[in-house]
């Protein structure tokens, strides 16, 4: 297996031991086992790493070095989503399905939105964290009020918490983290609440 999976592993762990935010969501699991990964390039994937939008942290440049050999993710494939959404939207796993270690305790993914990217509603049995690593995006939660989080900044959405996020004149790339619920995947929501 690759380096970047090791070297992205560990500054997942450091972020874990200098976040609270990530630290209090889960603790990093101590379960984790390698798995193959089938990279599985998306237009998205291209545009997080050509994207001159942001300044990434530590743990976010390791995602983009992982980029070329990651299994990125088209969740909304066969919906009625739009093609925009599916060229411009990327998700790609570090821990959990897909991704390049697995856990019982926590799922691991990364998030890019470009510019100008409307993540419609949708919700998931699992709990949820958004860490921004760089960028912003306007963050919406079901019975709450919308947030618009930089870089440091997280949202957590409870188990079926109907939940969406768009982005404006900044991209957005986020650290995201699942417990509890793994085997659904997200669908969209009919309703915004």
């Given at each position: 297996?690759?380096?970047?999976?090791?070297?992205?592993?560990?500054?997942?762990?450091?972020?874990?031991?200098?976040?609270?935010?990530?630290?209090?969501?889960?603790?990093?699991?101590?379960?984790?086992?390698?798995?193959?990964?089938?990279?599985?390039?998306?237009?998205?994937?291209?545009?997080?790493?050509a994207e001159k939008g942001f300044?990434?942290?530590?743990?976010?440049?390791?995602?983009?070095?992982?980029?070329?050999?990651?299994?990125?993710?088209?969740?909304y494939k066969g919906t009625d989503i739009g093609q925009?959404?599916?060229?411009?939207?990327?998700?790609?796993?570090?821990?959990?399905?897909?991704?390049?270690?697995?856990?019982?305790?926590?799922?691991?993914?990364?998030?890019?939105?470009?510019?100008?990217?409307?993540?419609?509603?949708?919700?998931?049995?699992?709990?949820?964290?958004?860490?921004?690593?760089?960028?912003?995006?306007?963050?919406?939660?079901?019975?709450?009020?919308?947030?618009?989080?930089?870089?440091?900044?997280?949202?957590?959405?409870?188990?079926?918490?109907?939940?969406?996020?768009?982005?404006?004149?900044?991209?957005?790339?986020?650290?995201?983290?699942?417990?509890?619920?793994?085997?659904?995947?997200?669908?969209?929501?009919?309703?915004?609440?």
């Amino acid at each position: 297996m690759s380096d970047v999976w090791t070297t992205l592993l560990d500054e997942a762990r450091a972020a874990h031991a200098i976040h609270p935010a990530l630290r209090d969501f889960c603790p990093f699991p101590d379960d984790l086992t390698r798995q193959e990964v089938t990279p599985h390039h998306i237009n998205a994937a291209r545009l997080m790493e050509a994207e001159k939008g942001f300044t990434p942290d530590a743990l976010g440049r390791a995602f983009i070095a992982a980029s070329p050999q990651a299994h990125w993710r088209e969740t909304y494939k066969g919906t009625d989503i739009g093609q925009d959404f599916l060229d411009r939207f990327g998700c790609y796993c570090l821990i959990g399905t897909g991704g390049a270690y697995r856990s019982d305790q926590m799922a691991a993914y990364v998030v890019y939105m470009p510019p100008g990217l409307h993540y419609p509603w949708h919700h998931h049995p699992a709990e949820e964290l958004y860490f921004v690593l760089a960028g912003e995006a306007r963050f919406m939660r079901g019975g709450e009020p919308d947030e618009v989080l930089r870089a440091g900044d997280s949202s957590f959405h409870a188990s079926n918490q109907p939940h969406g996020m768009e982005t404006g004149d900044h991209p957005v790339l986020a650290y995201v983290l699942w417990r509890n619920g793994f085997a659904t995947p997200p669908v969209l929501t009919e309703d915004d609440e």
